[in-house]
């Protein structure tokens, strides 16, 4: 019985020490001083967004979601002129999916679906390497309400105004989708 419970408190303490690990330290904790390159390598601060509804996407040009890049731009189209901004960033994380270099990318975009929304250097959206936007978008410290690792391309987080993570959806939801479409609606009106 003895040996049970010493046996119980070990593993519970491995546990612990498990999760504790696997939960990352988020250095930035102002959505607004995180910097990223764009896809031509200008440095910026999302603090140049201030006062616009974003959808933060990630991206792959060898997906099936890849279509989506079409929908995207649709949307951005139609409310960009409401202080609304697509950014997207391409990421090769998820069965190598975006191969390319970033020229190669941003010729993609514009060729196949006319992109004109912001785009950025591709990053690492997960695991070792992970881009400070990502961790801070992913962290249970800074989203606990949408924390959670990105499960694959196209997975899209809405950005109030001023800068609070107000919705997150994943993959397989369509920038068409009527949740998000009202969900980005009543953030631009506030």
Known sequence: MKRT?????????????CIAQKQKEVPVTDFYS???????????????????????????SKCGFTGQYAGLQELYEKYKDQDFLILG???NDFLKQEPGSNEEIA????????????????????????????????????????EGEIS????????SKDGKIVNRFDSRTKPDDKGLVQALKAELVK
């Open 5 to 17: 419970a010493i046996m119980m408190i070990s593993l519970s303490m491995l546990l612990n020490g």
């Open 34 to 60: 995180i910097e990223a390159n764009t896809i031509t390598g200008q440095s910026v601060k999302m603090g140049q967004y201030k006062g616009n509804v974003l959808l933060i996407v990630n991206t792959a």
């Open 89 to 91: 960033f391409p990421s």
């Open 107 to 146: 010729a993609f975009c514009t060729k196949n679906y006319g992109v004109t929304f912001p785009m950025f250097e591709k990053i690492v959206v997960k695991g070792d390497g992970q881009h400070p936007l990502y961790a801070y978008l992913t962290s249970t410290q800074t989203n606990p309400e949408f």
């Open 152 to 159: 694959w391309n196209f997975n899209k987080f809405l950005i």
